[in-house]
C-alpha cells in the first residue's frame, strides 16, 4: 500500500482507539484477523468483559455486528455498554472495507463471510457457543445473510431499519431506481454523506486518486442531474468495483441475478432462514418499512416457529432514539434507550433470563397523531401519538375502505361517476421535487420524515416556494373535513388506472395528511405519510418486463409504505398522483429506451380514469373504534 493508503487507515484506527477507549471492566483487542473459507482476512475488534483492564476468564455469550461503515466509529455506540454486562462484542469490517482484505462487493459476500465469522466465534474458548447478532440498515442485511446461509451458533437477532429484498422496493422500487444508492456509492459508503478520505483510500484503484474520489459527495446533485451513469464518464471510475456496483444496479431491472444474487430478499428465502428469534425493528418514515413489517415479519411469524417479533416507531431510518420525523414531532416516549431494548431481548435468549420479553405482545405500534398541532419550540407540530401493543401485523380488524378519485378533486368513498380521463404532461426535464419521505443515505438530495409539502428556494430541487399542488402535473383529490377522527394502520394500496401516449413511463402516489389554517401555521400544512412509484414496464413485477401500448389503459398497482395514523377531525386525507418524485426515485425520459442508457428524452401525455369502468382508488386500513 501507498503512503496515504497507510496513513489514512492508520488515522482511521487511531481515532476509533481514541473515540472508544473502554472503561476498566472491558479489553479490547483491535484487529483481529479471521481467515474466510477462500483465504481473504476480515478484521474484527473483540470487546470482552475485565476487571482492571484485564479479560475475564470465562466463557460468555457473543453479539456480533458486521459493518461496512467502520469498526473503529461503530463500536463506541454499543460495545462497551454490552462488554461490561457479561457480552463478548465482535465487530467486524465487512470484506473490502476499512482495515479488512478483499474487494467490497455490497451484499454479495455477507452470507458466506457472516457464516465463516460465526463459525470462527463459536470455536474461541471465550464463547459459550451463542451469539446474538444486531446493526442497523447495511448491518440488517449481514444479518438476514447470515439467517439465510443458516450460520451455525446464532441464536437471536435484531436486525434494525435492516435492508433486504432490494429487487423489489429499496433500491429498484416497483422498477423504478432509488437514488439515494448514487450518493451512497459517491459518498463512498459513509452514511454521513460527507467526503471520506480514509474510505476513499481503501476504494481508490490509485492511490493518489483519494482525494478526487472523496469529494464526489459534494457535486451528488450535479452528477444526479446528468443521469444516465455511463463508465469511465465521472471520477468514480477511479474506484472501478464502487463503479461497476453501481451501473449494474441502475441498469438491471429488480428480477435480474444482479439483485437476486445478493442473498438478502428474505421472502424469496423463506424455506432457508434459520429458525430463530428475530426481533424486526423500523420506523414509519423508515426507508424499509415496507421491507421490514409487510414481507419479513409477517412472512416469517407465518413460516417460522420461533418467536419473531415487530416495534414500529415514529422513526427515520436508524432513528429510534428521538422523537421527531421531519416536521412531525411526536411524544418523548417515542424515542427509545436502543441498548436497553436490545440487552432486555439478549438477556433473556442468550442468558435464559426470565424478564418476561418472550411473553410480550408480538407487536408493538406508535400509533401517530392525535396531537393539537402547535409549533414546537424547534419549529416542528407536534403531531402527538401513543404506543399501542397488537397481537398481528397487518391487523385483521382493519377495514380496507376504498376511497376514490373523482373528477373536480375529491377523494371520497362514493364510487365514481362517468367522467373523462384527466390528462396531464409529463415532462422529465422538469421533475416533480421530493419532500420529505421514506428516505435513507440521501445527504444532500432530500430530506427525510413527514415534510410539508410546499418547495422552499434553498432546495436544489425547487424554482420557488409554491406548494405542490400547485403544479399542473400533480393531480390533487382530497376528502372534505373529516368530521371525526379517523384511525388509519396498515397497508397502504394504491389501484390507479392510467394510460400514456408512449411505450413506458411512471406513475407516482402520495398519501397526505392535510392540516387546516391555525394561529401557528397560517397556512395550513400538508404532512406527506407515504409514498410509492411505479415503472409501466414494470407494471407485472420485478421480473417482467413489458412496454405499454399506447393509448391502453392499465391498472396499476402502487403500494405505499405502511402508517398508522390519526387523522384528525377537521383534517382532509389527500392523495396526489403523479409521475415523478425527483431525487427519491430517478426520473423516467418516456422513451422505453435501456435501462441507465437513453440518449433521447420526451415530455409523455399520461391520463388518469376515474369512472365506473376504471376506478382508481386508494384502499386505506380503517381502525373502527370499539363501542
Not at 497 to 515: E, N, P
Not at 535 to 557: C, D, H, I, W
Amino acid at each position: 500500500m501507498s503512503g496515504l493508503v497507510l496513513a489514512a487507515l492508520a488515522s482511521a484506527a487511531a481515532l476509533g482507539a481514541e473515540g472508544a477507549a473502554p472503561p476498566p471492566e472491558v479489553a479490547v483487542t483491535r484487529d483481529v484477523m479471521i481467515t474466510m473459507r477462500d483465504g481473504v482476512r476480515l478484521a474484527a475488534d473483540v470487546y470482552r468483559p475485565a476487571h482492571d483492564d484485564i479479560a475475564t476468564e470465562g466463557r460468555f455469550p457473543a453479539l456480533l455486528m458486521r459493518t461496512p461503515y467502520n469498526k473503529a466509529v461503530r463500536a463506541p455506540a454499543f460495545a462497551n455498554y454490552f462488554a461490561a454486562r457479561g457480552y463478548v462484542v465482535v465487530i467486524e469490517d465487512v470484506r473490502g472495507r476499512y482495515q479488512s482484505e478483499g474487494r467490497w462487493r455490497p451484499m454479495y459476500d455477507d452470507g458466506t463471510d457472516g457464516y465463516d465469522t460465526a463459525e470462527w466465534i463459536g470455536h474461541q474458548s471465550w464463547c459459550d457457543g451463542g451469539i446474538g447478532t444486531l446493526g442497523t440498515s447495511y448491518e440488517g442485511a449481514t444479518q438476514q445473510a447470515l439467517a439465510i446461509a443458516g450460520a451455525p451458533f446464532v441464536k437471536t437477532m435484531i436486525p434494525l431499519f435492516s435492508m433486504s429484498d432490494p429487487g423489489r422496493y429499496g433500491v429498484r422500487h416497483n422498477g423504478a431506481f432509488e437514488l439515494r444508492w448514487f450518493n451512497w456509492v459517491f459518498s463512498l459508503g459513509d452514511p454521513g454523506g460527507t467526503p471520506n478520505l480514509v474510505a476513499a483510500a481503501r476504494a481508490a484503484s490509485d492511490p493518489a486518486a483519494a482525494p478526487a474520489l472523496a469529494e464526489l459527495v459534494d457535486h451528488v446533485p450535479e452528477y444526479i442531474s446528468a443521469l444516465p451513469l455511463r463508465a469511465g464518464t465521472t471520477p468514480l471510475k477511479l474506484a472501478p468495483d464502487y463503479e461497476k456496483w453501481l451501473i449494474d444496479v441502475m441498469s438491471h431491472g429488480g428480477g435480474d441475478p444482479v439483485y437476486t444474487a445478493m442473498g438478502i430478499d428474505v421472502p424469496d428465502h423463506m424455506a432457508d432462514y434459520k429458525d430463530i428469534p428475530v426481533y424486526h425493528v423500523t420506523g414509519w418514515y423508515d426507508s424499509w418499512a415496507l421491507q421490514v413489517a409487510n414481507l419479513n415479519f409477517a412472512g416469517l411469524r407465518a413460516h417460522k416457529k420461533s418467536l419473531q417479533r415487530l416495534i414500529v416507531g415514529p422513526w427515520t431510518h436508524s432513528r429510534p432514539g428521538v422523537s421527531f420525523a421531519g416536521d412531525a414531532e411526536f411524544t418523548p416516549d417515542a424515542a427509545i434507550d436502543l441498548n436497553a431494548f436490545e440487552q432486555r431481548w439478549f438477556d433473556h435468549w442468550l442468558k435464559g433470563v426470565d424478564n418476561g420479553v418472550e411473553r410480550e405482545a408480538p407487536v408493538r405500534l406508535y400509533v401517530m397523531g392525535g396531537g393539537d398541532a402547535h409549533k414546537t419550540a424547534e419549529g416542528r407540530v407536534f403531531v402527538g401519538g401513543h404506543w399501542r401493543d397488537e397481537e398481528e401485523w397487518p391487523l385483521s380488524r382493519a377495514r380496507a375502505t376504498a376511497y376514490y378519485l373523482h373528477g373536480g378533486g375529491l377523494l371520497s368513498v362514493e364510487r365514481p361517476a362517468p367522467h373523462a380521463p384527466i390528462k396531464y404532461r409529463f415532462d422529465p426535464l422538469h421533475p416533480v421535487p421530493t419532500l420529505g419521505g421514506n428516505l435513507s443515505s440521501q445527504g444532500a438530495l432530500a430530506s427525510a420524515g413527514a415534510t410539508d409539502q410546499r418547495c422552499r428556494t434553498d432546495l436544489w430541487t425547487c424554482a420557488s416556494s409554491l406548494p405542490l399542488a400547485a403544479r399542473n402535473d400533480v393531480l390533487v383529490f382530497q376528502t372534505p373535513p373529516l368530521r371525526e377522527d379517523m384511525e388509519v394502520t396498515g397497508r397502504l394500496i394504491v389501484k390507479l388506472w392510467a394510460a400514456s401516449d408512449g411505450r413506458d413511463t411512471d406513475f407516482t402516489a402520495k398519501l397526505i395528511d392535510v392540516y387546516p389554517p391555525s394561529a401557528d401555521f397560517p397556512h395550513g400544512l400538508d404532512l406527506n405519510v407515504g409514498d410509492s412509484i411505479v415503472r409501466a414496464r414494470y407494471r407485472n413485477g420485478p421480473v417482467a418486463s413489458e412496454m405499454l401500448q399506447p393509448g391502453k389503459a392499465y391498472e396499476f398497482t402502487l403500494e405505499l409504505y405502511p402508517t398508522s395514523l390519526v387523522f384528525k377531525r377537521g383534517h382532509r386525507i389527500r392523495l396526489d398522483v403523479s409521475s415523478s418524485n425527483f431525487p427519491r426515485f430517478d426520473v423516467n425520459p418516456n422513451t422505453g429506451e435501456p435501462l441507465n442508457d437513453n440518449r433521447l428524452w420526451r415530455v409523455a401525455e399520461n391520463s388518469i380514469y376515474l369512472d365506473p369502468a376504471h376506478p382508481s382508488r386508494i384502499l386505506l386500513p380503517v381502525i373502527v373504534p370499539s363501542p
